[in-house]
């Protein structure tokens, strides 16, 4: 079975940094698509950042440039976000989704493979 586990969330005082994980046992052992999802109090969940089992990268949205770095390591089944310069905008629960196609798209309901999120809050 393909699972996803989120980790790496907490408080964090604004300018500060996260790496957030995802472990995604069994979907990494081919073609695959991992994206990074944010749910803001009160919002809808947003598509954040996606990597591809080809190395290719998708950032989603003007806040996160030069802030927002996704990576992977396949021998650790692990996808990486790495946030800098945190402000309260970047506040939410955040979830790792992923599918078997190599194909980053922001619209969730793309996504049949969910973690179960972690929370990121930003205090001022």
């Known amino acids: 079975d393909v699972q996803l586990q989120a980790s790496g969330g907490g408080l964090v005082q604004a300018g500060g940094s996260l790496r957030l994980s995802c472990v995604a046992s069994?979907?990494?052992?081919?073609?695959?698509?991992i994206a990074w999802f944010r749910q803001a109090p009160g919002k809808e969940r947003e598509g954040v950042s996606c990597?591809?089992?080809?190395?290719?990268?998708?950032l989603w949205g003007d806040a996160g440039q030069g802030r927002l770095e996704i990576s992977s390591d396949n021998a650790k089944n692990t996808v990486f976000l790495q946030i800098t310069s945190l402000t309260s905008e970047d506040t939410g629960i955040y979830y790792c989704?992923?599918?078997?196609?190599?194909?980053?798209?922001?619209?969730?309901?793309?996504?049949?493979?969910w973690g179960q999120g972690t929370l990121v809050t930003v205090s001022s």
């Open positions: 069994e979907l990494t052992r081919g073609d695959y698509a």
């Open positions: 990597i591809t089992s080809g190395g290719g990268r998708a």
């Open positions: 989704a992923g599918m078997t196609r190599r194909m980053c798209v922001p619209d969730h309901s793309r996504y049949p493979y």
